[in-house]
């Protein structure tokens, strides 16, 4: 929920999967289905290490990206 926060106050369209257990590949479709350019992926590992892996929907890509510079970031990347 604070990652989401952090988008949302920084201005940014961000939506968030409220199921218990999410499956990776219906999130990526869902994702690939409404022209969704980036996806925050959130596991035990990035919480760990206090960074978040951002992934380009289209190339497939994945960069892990310090929370603190998450929103700078995605500007950075949407202009």
């Known amino acids: 929920m604070k990652i989401i926060r952090l988008l949302w106050d920084a201005g940014f369209k961000a939506e ?15 994702c690939e289905g409404n022209s969704v ?3 925050v992926i959130i596991g035990e590992r990035e919480l760990e290490q206090g960074v978040v892996k951002l992934r380009e929907i289209a190339t497939r890509t994945e960069t892990d990206i310090p929370v603190e510079e998450l929103t700078a ?7």
């Open 37 to 39: 350019p980036w996806i």
């Open 73 to 79: 970031k995605l500007a950075e990347l949407l202009n």
């Open 16 to 30: 968030m999967s409220f199921k218990a257990n999410p499956k990776m590949l219906d999130q990526l479709q869902y």
